[in-house]
């Protein structure tokens, strides 16, 4: 068993393995890798004959992002780049701070971001605004998650797998002071931690 774990619930035979912070699973690793699967799909068919650039948004979307590019059925290229809208707190900073750029040229490339949450949206409309001066041909949205809340810009994902209510979560990537990211579910984690 990991490190943390307990066997909290075991029903009709079925045993559930769950992190000791976590109030409850939101989404299992079967759903996560069956909306992965499809969304890679979508993107599959949307880029046939073109040749996009994944670009990762650290460190949360690294879980979702290697999933993800192993569901899409084309001659991708992958690079990182890394924002951060949060500290250590569990709620938004409201400042944005982009500490590596992508290595790889962006003119004239398709590019699909990938997060592992649009919350407000601040850092997406950010790191957009930013990467629009490097001349790329196009930038798509694509997140795990899109949390309930409102947002700072009219700028929807174009790519999505989950909507979520207005609740922190972890895991699949997701953390809470760099904790949980590798968890392999999507969970809710208790109040008592980050209060
Ligand atoms: P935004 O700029 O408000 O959209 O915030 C996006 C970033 O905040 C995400 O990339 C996450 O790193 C972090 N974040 C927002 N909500 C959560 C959450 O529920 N769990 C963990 N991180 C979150
Ligand atoms: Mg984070």
Redesign the pocket.
């Given at each position: 068993m990991k490190y943390g774990h307990s066997v909290f619930r075991a029903q009709k035979g079925m045993i559930i393995i769950m992190n000791n912070d976590i109030e409850r699973i939101l989404i299992d690793g079967s759903a996560l890798s069956s909306a992965v699967k499809a969304l890679g799909e979508k993107i599959t068919s949307d880029y046939r004959g073109k040749r996009p650039l994944l670009i990762g948004?650290l460190k949360?979307s690294v879980v979702f992002m290697t999933d993800l590019m192993r569901a899409i059925d084309l001659d991708c290229e992958i690079d990182f780049m890394t924002a951060r809208?949060?500290g250590n707190e569990a709620v938004?900073s409201g400042r944005v701070e982009i500490t590596k750029y992508p290595d790889t040229a962006l003119a004239g490339r398709d590019l699909i971001l990938i997060?592992?949450?649009?919350?407000?949206?601040?850092?997406?409309s950010y790191v957009c605004e930013m990467l629009w001066e490097k001349a790329p041909a196009s930038i798509k949205i694509c997140t795990l998650l899109d949390?309930k809340v409102p947002k700072v810009s009219d700028r929807a994902a174009d790519y999505k797998c989950f909507d979520i209510e207005n609740e922190?979560?972890?895991g699949y990537g997701?953390?809470?002071a760099q904790r949980y990211r590798a968890l392999p579910y999507i969970g809710i984690l208790k109040k008592e931690i980050y209060q």
């Open positions: 948004v949360g809208s949060y938004s997060e592992d949450i649009y919350d407000t949206g601040r850092t997406l949390k922190f979560v972890v997701l953390d809470y």
